[in-house]
């Protein structure tokens, strides 16, 4: 049982790490975490959804179109919204993302209804591929392990061993002298909103067959997600990973051996708790400014 408990979990974490790295991209870009996250991932869902129930195609052909979309709607955000903020506080773009949000989830909302669908993937949820005495490994648990370990290995390669990546860690530390050195920052702003993006669709295909596709369907994954970037570190993209994984854990042992009902509560005890003992993370480090 303790097992199963743990792949579970697992699967689980490996989606909120997703979540909680996407939310971790923009934060470390603008220093404003993107709260309609979880709306841009729904939205890219349904294209996954359309394409794959009304154009038939299938499902890799699909992805490849959503990942595209996905990186559109990113740079969308960035460049008609964000950056033609008139005073551009922390606290005015946070209500930007939340206006965008809201204007995602109203025009989904609008177009599909709250009807909720079943997105077919290639991987079953039923079938199962690893049985034994300790747990059971169904398609579907594999290939979302499978494929948030890929976008992580992606990402950190993405930003460690790349110009892209330097130019976006440059521009991280310092605006004015990544500018002074000919770089671009609003062109790597715009590009970190289309990655985190990217990240946060792939995320919502792969959470769609465990609950349903409605307009409502990532509100709880972005929770859980900002959840594990706040225990993780938001600036610590190692961090929000282990944060996730954490999270899918001690969720799950909690919803297990105390109380079903209170699971999700867990997710919001934790922000509570990390932001009053240790408000940067565990993994990230908190620098005080001295005059």
């Known amino acids: ?19 909680a790295l996407a939310m971790s991209i923009t934060y470390k870009a603008s220093e404003v975490p993107n709260f309609s996250q979880g709306e841009m991932a729904m939205m890219s869902t349904y294209v996954t959804f359309v394409l794959l129930s009304s154009f038939g195609l ?3 052909p699909a992805m490849l179109l959503t990942v595209g979309f996905a990186f559109l709607l990113g740079l969308i955000l960035e460049f008609f919204f964000l950056r033609r903020a008139k005073n551009p506080t922390p606290l005015n773009l946070i209500v930007i993302t939340i206006g965008f949000q809201l204007m995602l989830y ?8 709250s009807e909720q669908r079943q997105i077919n993937l290639p991987f079953s949820e039923s079938k199962v591929i690893v049985q034994n005495d300790v747990f059971a490994l169904t398609e ?19 930003i460690q061993k790349t110009k892209l990546g330097l130019a976006m860690k440059a521009c991280q530390q310092n605006v004015n002298a990544s500018k002074m050195n000919g770089i671009s920052a609003y062109r790597i702003m715009a590009i970190s909103f289309g990655i985190s ?13 465990l609950l349903t596709l409605d307009p409502s369907m990532m509100w709880d994954p972005l929770l859980k997600g900002f959840a594990a970037a706040v225990l993780g570190g938001m600036k610590s993209l190692h961090g929000v990973v282990i944060g996730g994984l954490l999270l ?17 509560v867990v997710a919001f005890a934790i922000i509570v708790l990390v932001l009053y003992f240790k ?8 620098y005080v400014r001295k005059v």
């Open 1 to 19: 049982m303790l097992g199963q408990l743990i792949v579970s979990s697992l699967v689980v974490g490996s989606i909120y790490a997703l979540m």
């Open 58 to 60: 299938s499902f890799y």
């Open 106 to 113: 109203g025009l989904a909302g609008w177009k599909w209804g």
């Open 140 to 158: 579907l648990n594999l290939a979302t392990l499978v494929i948030a370990f890929i976008v992580l290995l992606v990402i950190y390669l993405l």
């Open 197 to 209: 993006s990217i990240v946060g669709a792939i995320a919502g295909v792969l959470v769609a067959p």
């Open 248 to 264: 899918g854990l001690i969720e799950n042992l909690f919803g297990f051996y105390i109380s079903i009902e209170f699971k999700s």
């Open 279 to 286: 408000p940067s993370g565990l993994f990230d480090k908190h």
